[in-house]
C-alpha cells in the first residue's frame, strides 16, 4: 500500500503533467496565429487585393482572381448543397421511418470521414473527364458534396429539438405538411440551422485537396463556370512551394486573409445561436 | 360547495333522460373505433356520440385512452409513428376514415387545443392567430385583421393584447398563451373544438378563464374535453364519458354520471375510491 | 354555420414536399455510392494489371509504367502512427484537463481554442509546417533524438527537416481537436456515482480517473483515436507540403517519404498514360476503404459507448 504522501504527489504530479499536455497543445495554435498574422500583415498590401499574379518569377502582383474564385466558388457549393443538406434533413425526421433515416444518416457519417482528395478524384472522373476541362462547376461540386454531411446531420439534430406539439399545433389548423414543415418547423430551429452550416461552410471555404484537379486554378482573370478558376488555398498552395521569395511572402499574406475569412464565418455562425427561442 | 355549484347551474339538459337525448342533433359519431401504437391496442372499439352544440367531457385515470380517444376524432392519432386506427369515425354524414377524405379539410372543420399551451415560438401574436389563415393561401388584410379581431375577442384575450399584436407569442402568460391557442383554433372557423386536458398546465385563476371561455364557445361549436379534473367534468360539460382501460364504461349527461352512474366502476371512480 | 373562408387548395403540396425531399436524400445516398463504384470501375485496369502485386510492390516508375503502392501505403501508415503516437496523449491530457482536472474558469477558454485548431485550414498548416515547423525539426527535434536514440535506425541519417517525422507532427496537432473533444464527451458522460463511489473509498483524484474514467470510457476513447487515425490517413495538403514526396521506403524517420493522399495530389494531373491515372485511381479507392473501415469501426465504438452511458443512467 502506498502512502497517502506518496499518492498526494502522484495526484500534484499528473494533475501539473495534465496542465503540461494543455499547453504543449495550445504552442502550436499561437505560432500558427503568431506567424500568420506577423508574416501576413508585413506582406500585405493594396495591389494584393486589387492585381493578378505576376509572371513566374516577377514580383508584385496580387491574388484578386483569387479572392473571387473563392467566394465564387463557395457560393456555387452553398447554392447546391445547403438545400440538398436541409431537404434531406427534413426527409429523414418528417416521413423516413427509422430504417431509412439511420441508412442516411450512417451515409451521412461516413461521407464526411472520406479524404478530401477522394472527393477531388471523385469530382474529377465524373465532371472534369465528361466535360474534357478543369471548371468552377467541378469545384463547387466537390465542395459541395463535402459540405452536404455536415448541413445534413445539423438539420436533424436540429429539427429533432422541435417539440412534436408545435408540428402538431400547426397540423391541427389545417396547415399543410409542407407549410407547416417550412413555416414552423424550420424556422423555429433556423439559427442553429445557420450555425452548424456556417461553421461547415467555413470549414470547405479553407479546402484545397478537392480543387487540385476541379477548379485547378487559374493565373489570369476567370469567373466563367466551365473554365478553370483560381481559387485562394490553392494559390497559396503553389507560391508556398514555390522557390520565389516574393510568391513565399504573398502566401503569407493569403493565409491571413484565408484565415480571416474562415474566422469571420465562425464567429458570425456563434452570434447566430445567440438568438435563442424557449420552447414550452 | 363545489356540489353547491353543480346544483346552481344544473340546466334541463343535464337531468334529460337518456331517450330525450336521441333526439339531439349528433355532430360526430364513431363506430367500433380501435387505436393502435404498433402491436399495443389503446381503444378497444369505442362507441359513442358528441352531440352539437354541447360539451362533452371525457374523463378516466391516466392512460385510460381519454386522449388517444380525442386525437382518433381530427386524425392526430396516426402521426404518431406506428400508430394506426380500425373503426369508423362520422363528422355530420362524412366518413373521416374513408381512403379519399381530404385530412386538411378535416382539421379545419374540427380544432384542437392542447395539453400545453404551444403558440408558435416564431411568430407574433397576430400571426400567431392567423397562422392557419396566411399558411393556407389567405393574403387578403382586411380579412386577415377581421379574422384576427374576431378570434381574439371569441377568446376573450382581444383587450390584453390589442396595442401588442406584433410583440412574440411567447413573452404571454402561460394562461393567455392557451387562450391565444384557442383564438387560433377559432380563426379558421371550426365546428368541432377539441380541448386535450387544456388546463392542466395552468394556475387556478387561468384555469378559470379557459373554463369560462369554453362555457361561452357553445354557443356556436361543439366542444370536446378531455380532462383529468372531475370538478372541471362537473362544471362545463353537458355530457360526460368515462374511459377505463381503453373502454368507453359509461356514457350520459353529466349529471348523471356524477350522481347516478349506472356503473359501479363510475361510482368508484367518481368518488374517488379509485385512481 | 359553414366554413366560409377562401382557402386556396394546393392538393399537389405535400404530396410534392414529400416525394422531392425523399429523393434528395436517396440522392446523396446515391452519390455516395456512385463514388465508391466511379474510383473503382476507374481503377481496373490497374487491378487487371498488377493485381494483388500492387499492394506488395515498392517499384512506382512513369517511364515504364510499372506502379507499386507499397512506398505510399508504408508512408501513410507510419505517418499516421507518429501522429497517434504524439497526439493521444496530448489529446488524453486536454480532454482530462478540460473535463475534471483543471479550474473552472479556464476551461471554456482552453476549449474555444482548440476547437480553433480545428478551423485552420489544412494549407496554412502547411505553410506552417515549411516555414516553421520544418527548420525547428531539423535544427533542434532531429538532433536530439539522435543523440538520444541515434544507436536505432529509426533516428539515423542525414536530418533534412523536411520528411517522415515532420509530417506525423504536423498531423498530430491536426487531429488532436478530434481525438481531444470526443474524448471530452465521453469523460463527461461516466456516471457522477461512479466517480463518488472513487472518491468515497478515499481515491484521489487522479486515482479516481485511473480505476473509473479511463476503464469506464475505455471503447468511447478508443473511437475517438480511430476516428482522428481516420483523419490523419486522409490528410492531403499539409502532409504533401512537408514529407518530401520520395516513393521510397526509408526506415529512418528523418528521411523524405511519401503517402498515399499525397502521391495522388502531386501526381494526377500529370498522368498522362491511363494506366498511371489507373494506379493512382486505385491508391484513392485503398484510402477510401481504408478510412471507411476505420470510420465505421470507430462510430460503432462510440455508439456502442454512449448505449452504455445511457443504459447506465436510466
Known amino acids: 500500500m502506498k502512502s497517502h504522501l506518496r499518492r498526494r504527489a502522484e495526484n500534484k504530479i499528473m494533475t501539473g503533467l495534465m496542465f503540461l499536455f494543455a499547453i504543449l497543445t495550445i504552442i502550436p495554435l499561437i505560432s500558427i496565429f503568431a506567424f500568420v498574422i506577423t508574416k501576413g500583415v508585413t506582406s500585405i498590401n493594396l495591389d494584393f487585393f486589387t492585381h493578378l499574379p505576376k509572371p513566374v518569377g516577377e514580383p508584385g502582383g496580387g491574388m484578386a482572381n483569387a479572392i473571387v474564385g473563392t467566394l465564387l466558388l463557395v457560393s456555387l457549393a452553398c447554392l447546391w448543397a445547403i438545400p440538398v443538406g436541409i431537404l434531406a434533413g427534413v426527409y429523414m425526421v418528417e416521413f423516413a421511418g427509422p430504417r431509412i433515416a439511420s441508412t442516411i444518416r450512417f451515409t451521412a457519417d461516413v461521407l464526411s470521414g472520406i479524404p478530401s482528395i477522394v472527393i477531388g478524384v471523385f469530382a474529377y472522373s465524373l465532371m472534369v473527364l465528361p466535360m474534357r476541362s478543369f471548371s468552377t462547376i467541378s469545384g463547387a461540386f466537390a465542395l459541395g458534396f463535402m459540405l452536404i454531411p455536415t448541413v445534413l446531420r445539423t438539420t436533424e439534430e436540429m429539427i429533432k429539438l422541435v417539440p412534436q406539439t408545435l408540428r402538431e399545433g400547426a397540423l391541427a389548423l389545417g396547415i399543410s405538411r409542407f407549410k407547416t414543415t417550412i413555416h414552423i418547423v424550420l424556422s423555429t430551429t433556423l439559427p442553429g440551422i445557420i450555425t452548424g452550416t456556417l461553421l461547415g461552410v467555413a470549414r470547405i471555404a479553407g479546402e484545397t485537396a478537392p480543387l487540385l484537379f476541379t477548379a485547378f486554378g487559374n493565373r489570369v482573370w476567370s469567373t466563367n463556370l466551365f473554365e478553370p478558376i483560381a481559387a485562394l488555398p490553392l494559390q497559396i498552395f503553389v507560391y508556398a512551394i514555390s522557390p520565389f521569395e516574393d510568391w513565399q511572402r504573398q502566401a503569407w499574406a493569403g493565409a491571413l486573409v484565408l484565415i480571416m475569412m474562415v474566422f469571420v464565418l465562425s464567429v458570425v455562425s456563434r452570434s447566430a445561436t445567440k438568438r435563442k427561442y424557449s420552447f414550452s | 360547495m363545489e356540489n353547491d355549484t353543480i346544483e346552481t347551474e344544473m340546466t334541463a339538459e343535464q337531468t334529460m333522460t337518456p331517450s330525450l337525448e336521441e333526439t339531439r342533433k349528433v355532430k360526430m359519431f364513431t363506430e367500433d373505433l380501435k387505436a393502435y401504437f404498433g402491436t399495443f391496442r389503446a381503444l378497444h372499439g369505442i362507441d359513442m356520440r358528441i352531440f352539437s352544440n354541447r360539451a362533452t367531457a371525457i374523463i378516466g385515470p391516466s392512460g385510460c385512452g381519454k386522449s388517444t380517444f380525442i386525437r382518433c376524432l381530427n386524425r392526430m392519432h396516426e402521426f404518431v409513428p406506428g400508430a394506426r386506427t380500425e373503426g369508423k369515425v362520422f363528422l355530420d354524414e362524412k366518413d373521416l376514415f374513408k381512403k379519399d377524405i381530404d385530412l386538411i379539410e378535416i382539421r379545419r372543420s374540427i380544432g384542437m387545443v392542447f395539453q400545453r399551451p404551444n403558440p408558435f415560438p416564431t411568430l407574433s401574436i397576430y400571426d400567431n392567430v392567423c397562422a392557419g389563415l396566411k399558411l393556407s393561401g389567405i393574403k387578403n388584410k382586411s380579412f386577415l385583421n377581421q379574422a384576427v379581431e374576431e378570434s381574439l375577442l371569441k377568446a376573450a384575450l382581444w383587450e390584453e393584447v390589442k396595442d401588442k399584436l406584433n410583440h412574440s407569442g411567447m413573452s404571454l402568460s402561460g394562461g393567455q398563451q392557451q387562450r391565444l391557442c384557442i383564438a387560433r383554433a377559432l380563426a379558421v372557423k371550426p365546428e368541432v373544438i377539441l380541448f386535450d386536458e387544456p388546463c392542466s398546465a395552468l394556475d387556478p385563476i387561468s384555469t378559470g378563464k379557459v373554463e369560462e371561455l369554453i362555457h361561452s364557445l357553445k354557443e356556436n361549436y361543439t366542444i370536446v374535453i378531455v380532462t383529468h379534473n372531475m370538478q372541471q367534468a362537473a362544471r362545463i360539460s353537458d355530457y360526460t364519458g368515462y374511459f377505463y382501460l381503453g373502454t368507453l364504461v359509461e356514457f350520459g349527461a353529466t349529471k348523471k354520471i356524477f350522481t347516478n352512474p349506472d356503473k359501479q366502476e363510475t361510482e368508484d371512480y367518481i368518488t374517488g375510491r379509485f385512481g | 354555420m359553414t366554413n366560409e373562408i377562401p382557402f386556396k387548395k394546393i392538393w399537389w403540396e405535400d404530396p410534392l414536399f414529400k416525394s422531392s425531399t425523399a429523393f434528395l436524400a436517396w440522392f446523396v445516398f446515391g452519390l455516395s455510392v456512385l463514388l465508391v463504384f466511379i474510383l473503382g470501375k476507374f481503377s481496373l485496369p490497374s487491378i487487371a494489371q498488377f493485381g494483388l502485386h500492387f499492394f506488395s510492390s515498392t517499384e512506382w516508375n512513369p517511364v515504364t509504367e510499372n506502379f507499386g503502392a507499397l512506398p505510399f501505403i508504408y508512408g501513410t501508415i507510419v505517418s499516421s502512427l507518429i501522429a497517434i503516437l504524439i497526439a493521444v496523449p496530448l489529446s488524453l491530457g486536454v480532454a482530462l484537463y478540460l473535463s475534471e482536472l ?164 502531386n501526381e494526377f494531373s500529370e498522368a498522362t498514360t491511363s494506366l498511371y491515372a489507373a494506379s493512382l485511381m486505385e491508391i484513392g479507392l485503398a484510402l477510401l476503404v481504408l478510412t471507411l473501415a476505420l470510420n465505421i469501426l470507430a462510430r460503432m465504438l462510440v455508439w456502442s459507448f454512449y448505449g452504455k452511458a445511457k443504459g447506465t443512467r436510466a
Not at chain 3, 523536411?162 to 473533444?181: D, E, N, V
Not at chain 3, 463511489?197 to 484521489?204: D, K, N, R, S
Not at chain 3, 475505455?218 to 512537408?242: D, N
Request: aromatic share 10%.
Open chain 3, 102 to 265: 483543471g479550474p473552472m474558469w479556464i476551461r471554456n477558454p482552453l476549449n474555444f481554442l482548440i476547437e480553433l485548431l480545428a478551423a485552420i485550414p489544412s494549407v496554412i498548416y502547411g505553410l506552417w509546417g515549411i516555414f516553421v515547423l520544418v527548420p525547428f525539426v531539423r535544427k533542434y527535434v532531429e538532433p536530439f533524438l539522435s543523440a538520444c536514440f541515434g544507436f536505432h535506425p529509426l533516428f539515423q541519417g542525414p536530418m533534412y527537416g523536411i520528411g517522415m517525422l515532420s509530417a506525423g507532427i504536423i498531423l498530430s496537432i491536426m487531429i488532436i481537436p478530434t481525438i481531444s473533444s470526443i474524448s471530452r464527451e465521453v469523460f463527461s458522460l461516466v456516471p457522477a456515482s461512479l466517480k463518488e463511489g472513487a472518491f468515497a473509498i478515499g481515491a484521489t483524484r487522479w486515482e479516481m480517473i485511473r480505476l473509473v474514467m479511463l476503464p469506464y470510457g475505455r471503447s468511447g476513447v478508443l473511437g475517438a483515436v480511430i476516428l482522428g487515425l481516420g483523419r490523419a490517413l486522409g490528410e492531403t495538403m499539409a502532409v504533401t507540403m512537408v514529407i518530401g514526396n520520395r516513393p521510397d521506403i526509408a526506415i529512418s524517420l528523418f528521411a523524405p517519404a511519401h503517402t498515399m493522399s499525397s502521391v495522388i495530389a
